[in-house]
């Protein structure tokens, strides 16, 4: 079981480039979600999707899009990649959409935009 | 509006001794919270979760605990390992929602 799995881990894009983050996970979970963390700021959800088929926009959506493949798969993609967009990614899933259930996290994508 | 506010937000401590980080919540209506461990380069990893009713929760050296009256909660770690030295999450979900709201966290060190 690799649980959550994100590619690249790292990458660094100049100013209005575009590229997509990839996740993964294996445990049949239904929800998908996408994370930035920024230093000194929690976890801010860009996209999530609670179930195949369906996407959401969370706190910060702008700048980026969302495509939910299929149940195991959930990119994000920077259509024109700005400076003010390095963070660092994480992807996440959980089994259902209820707050009682526990996400999991990927080991998240480093990415510089200079 | 709903918030998680952490403190303190960095904390320094000798192997083999105990700590307490803290937890302040405004988030209405409460539904649960977690605590959740993040190592320096990788994804968090949830340590604890609680409901409105339970107050105290243990995982391991890890012991948490809730009061839902003054929303607020506490990560307590005995007897402190190196391998504690990470970044403490607290998160709280509302009630009927499917979004978490996150803390900035506590960056704890653990020093020989």
């Given at each position: ?42 976890l ?71 | ?9 960095s ?25 959740y461990?993040?190592?320096t ?14 107050n ?24 402190s ?32």
């Amino acid at each position: 079981n690799a649980g959550v799995t994100q590619t690249p881990k790292f990458q660094v894009l100049k100013t209005g480039q575009s590229m997509t983050l990839q996740c993964a996970q294996d445990m049949n979970h239904n929800s998908m979600y996408w994370y930035r963390q920024d230093p000194g700021m929690g976890l801010r959800l860009i996209y999530y999707s609670a179930s195949e088929g369906t996407t959401d926009k969370g706190e910060v959506p702008n700048g980026y899009n969302v495509s939910r493949l299929n149940k195991r798969e959930f990119s994000l993609r920077l259509e024109s990649a700005a400076p003010s967009q390095t963070s660092v990614y994480f992807c996440a899933s959980r089994p259902g959409a209820s707050g009682q259930d526990t996400q999991y996290f990927g080991p998240g994508t480093r990415l510089t935009v200079l | 509006k709903n918030q998680v506010e952490q403190s303190p937000q960095s904390l320094i401590i000798l192997e083999g001794k105990n700590c307490t980080l803290q937890c302040n919540y405004t988030v209405s209506p409460f539904s649960n919270l977690r605590w959740y461990k993040q190592d320096t380069g990788r994804g968090p990893v949830s340590l604890t979760i609680m409901t409105f009713s339970e107050n105290t929760k243990s995982n391991g050296r890890y012991t948490a605990t809730l009061d839902a009256d003054t929303k607020q909660s506490s990560l307590h770690i005995t007897a402190s390992q190196l391998s504690d030295s990470a970044s403490y999450i607290c998160v709280v979900s509302a009630q009927a929602g499917t979004a978490l709201i996150f803390g900035k966290g506590t960056t704890l060190s653990v020093s020989s």
